[in-house]
């Protein structure tokens, strides 16, 4: 496998800290019974706000849905605990045998919890369904390099490339598109009922699924034919406790309750918390970005209202990005666990750029006048009416009082009127696509690639499905995929930063940084704290 080991390797340094989690020790009487060494038949138990939207990985692409899905579904590369760096983990091999055919080798033996085989056939139908599904809360925009996929033996799979040479295509199989499913269970060509996947014993990841009751309790054990790179769980038995409230969690976790509260609880929380003679804080490499996201279609002038206009509609995601102070909301609102972030891809890969400090507001500071006059060149009437949507509990408590200081800003000097409203996740995750002229979304990094800050959004009928289509960028976000001087791909992703600044589809915010508080009685907390987020209760142990 070619690849440049950069990212969030860098990221971790320059970011910070991120994927907050924060673990509790548990109770005296737990303790003595489990011996307090680490005993493997000691279960660990999380707890989180994040919710579920489907375990079937052609359904959704959050964090919280793919938390669950690393227990449970085997990926033919995955990264170990604490590496970005893709291994082998279903796959014996896996390399370019030619520009555009990157051939995987299997393992030879597998098999599903339920017995069935597991092998090329359910490679090639994992990615094919992906691809037919296509649904617009999955993760399929991720396979928009594939062309093809063929598995001419039993162990060989050969993904055929429409760019030669992605670099990122090895990532991507670590991805949320990349957990692979039982071709005997799952159907072809529609979602499948989280029970009936529990019901088939569908998994081939450490753990299995031993009960599910969705977004309040899981509980899992360890899988005896997972053959992948994780290796054996630390714990035989885990589980996963779902919160609708931060401040349940938090007293949860300092009664001892559970052992790891994992996303979210507010900076305040973290810090009082964090004073605990019992609780140790934690660093974890960051990537974690945050902004509103525009609908081309039904924003303010967009495509399909009636008073439609190209012109107009980009003046006002211009103004606006005019208006938001983002010093101001990482430093009132996240007491600086956040940073302010001037542009699409995170401070810390590789061909990051600031291209929104040169083209609005004044080196990143608000201006008024100049969004005034932008709204005036282009013969917007003031106030422009803007309805915002956001979600309170996935991307945090804070995410509240985060945009009500967005909505303070944008109406600041009269020339937004914003209609403010929420929407709990489940529904938010359905609703965002057809229903909301301008929302705010998070991203979690899928791999450890500035292209992975491009391609999700701005890459024709994107992840966002939000009608932005610029054929340059199209084009320029797959040439450089294909890139192999570094030097040249660098300076292609510096270009697309600025060519979709000058665009403003989306408007970054905020990059993550986020602490992490771990019980003293609880290890390997840093491992789990990897450059996918992708929180691995098979690592904890006790």
């Not at 918390?273 to 303010?300: A, C, Q, S």
């Not at 944008?410 to 020339?415: C, R």
């Not at 510096?494 to 060519?499: A, F, S, V």
Request: with cysteine.
């Amino acid at each position: 496998m070619t690849r440049t080991k950069n990212g969030l390797r860098l990221a971790a340094a320059v970011v910070g800290i991120s994927a907050l989690a924060l673990t509790g020790c548990t109770s005296a009487a737990e303790d003595s019974k489990s011996g307090g060494s680490g005993d493997s038949s000691a279960p660990i138990t999380l707890g989180t706000t994040d919710k579920v939207t489907s375990l079937d990985p052609a359904g959704s692409y959050d964090n919280g849905s793919f938390m669950v899905m690393n227990q449970i579904f085997p990926f033919l590369l995955n990264s170990e605990p604490g590496s970005p760096e893709p291994s082998m983990s279903l796959a014996e091999s896996a390399e370019f045998t030619t520009p555009t055919e990157y051939t995987v080798k299997l393992k030879s033996g597998l098999k599903w919890a339920n017995g069935h085989d597991l092998d090329s056939k359910d490679v090639k139908f994992t990615f094919d369904r992906q691809l037919k599904i296509a649904d617009p809360n999955g993760p399929s925009s991720l396979l928009g390099n594939v062309d093809s996929i063929e598995a001419p033996d039993a162990t060989t799979v050969v993904f055929k490339l429409k760019v030669a040479n992605d670099q990122t295509f090895p990532q991507v199989l670590t991805s949320p598109v990349g957990p692979i499913v039982d071709d005997e269970v799952f159907p072809a060509d529609k979602l499948l009922d989280d029970q009936k996947i529990v019901e088939g014993k569908a998994f081939g990841g450490q753990y299995v699924i031993d009960s599910y009751n969705k977004n309040n309790l899981i509980s899992f054990s360890a899988n005896d034919a997972y053959a992948g790179v994780l290796g054996k769980p630390a714990n035989s038995k885990a589980a996963i406790k779902y919160y609708a409230d931060a401040n349940n969690l938090k007293l949860e976790v300092q009664e001892g309750k559970i052992d790891v509260a994992w996303r979210s609880l507010t900076p305040t929380d973290i810090e009082d918390l964090g004073k605990d003679e019992n609780l140790t804080v934690h660093k974890g490499p960051g990537g974690e970005l945050r902004y509103i996201v525009f609908n081309f279609d039904t924003m303010p002038f967009g495509a399909k209202t009636a008073d439609a206009d190209e012109a107009k509609s980009l003046a006002v995601r211009q103004a606006a990005a005019h208006l938001v102070d983002r010093e101001a909301i990482a430093k009132n609102v996240y007491k600086d666990t956040y940073t302010p972030a001037y542009s699409f891809v995170p401070q810390g890969f590789t061909g990051a750029a600031e291209p929104l400090k040169d083209l609005y507001g004044t080196d990143g500071k608000p201006d008024a006048a100049k969004a005034k006059k932008v709204l005036e060149d282009a013969g917007v009437k003031t106030p422009v009416k803007l309805a915002l949507q956001y979600n309170p509990d996935h991307y945090g408590p804070n995410s509240g009082d985060e945009y009500a200081l967005v909505e303070k800003q944008l109406e600041a000097d009269g020339l937004f009127d914003v209609d403010l409203k929420s929407t709990e996740w489940v529904t938010y995750q359905k609703q965002r696509v057809t229903d909301y002229p301008a929302y705010q979304l998070g991203w979690f990094p899928d791999y450890s690639d500035a292209d992975n800050y491009l391609s999700p959004f701005f890459a024709k009928d994107n992840f966002l499905s939000n009608n932005y289509d610029n054929p340059e960028v199209d084009k320029l976000i797959a040439d450089q995929r294909g890139m192999t001087d570094a030097g040249e791909r660098t300076a292609a992703i510096e270009k697309l930063q600025t060519m979709v600044a000058e665009d403003l589809s989306t408007l970054p915010l905020l990059q993550g940084a986020q602490v992490a508080v771990s019980g003293k009685d609880v290890k390997d907390v840093d491992k789990t704290l990897d450059a996918s987020f992708k929180f691995r209760l098979g690592v904890l142990s006790k």
